[in-house]
């Protein structure tokens, strides 16, 4: 049975910090290319960042310079690192493993930046 579990996030004011965290189970994490996704109310879920099995990784313009991603492979696990967030960053944040038609997602964590 395959699992993301993402934790991590929170209400945080603006140019706060966050990192969140997805732990997989059930895949061989190894040959999987990791990404988080994002969706806010009313809005197309998007990439926020990918991170290639061989650790290459991409960002969404409007993140690059405040978000970091970042896997461990020893745990299984793929971080993303938040840094001057904005409130526009206020979204659910999805976990997502992919290897070729495998495709599967985590339940989401809620990050909401307000005053």
């Known amino acids: 049975q395959v699992q993301l579990v993402e934790s991590g996030g929170g209400s945080v004011q603006p140019g706060g910090s966050l990192r969140l965290s997805c732990a997989a189970s059930?895949?061989?994490?190894?040959?999987?290319?990791m990404g988080w996704y994002r969706q806010a109310p009313g809005k197309q879920r998007e990439l926020v960042a990918g991170?290639?099995?061989?650790?290459?990784?991409n960002y969404t313009e409007s993140v690059k310079g405040r978000f970091a991603i970042s896997r461990d492979n020893a745990k299984n696990t793929v971080y993303l690192q938040m840094n001057s967030l904005k409130p526009e960053d206020t979204a659910v944040y999805y976990c997502?493993?992919?290897?070729?038609?495998?495709?599967?997602w985590g339940q989401g964590t809620q990050v909401t930046v307000s005053t």
């Open positions: 997502n493993a992919m290897f070729l038609q495998a495709d599967y």
């Open positions: 059930g895949i061989t994490f190894t040959i999987y290319n």
């Open positions: 991170i290639s099995r061989g650790g290459s990784t």
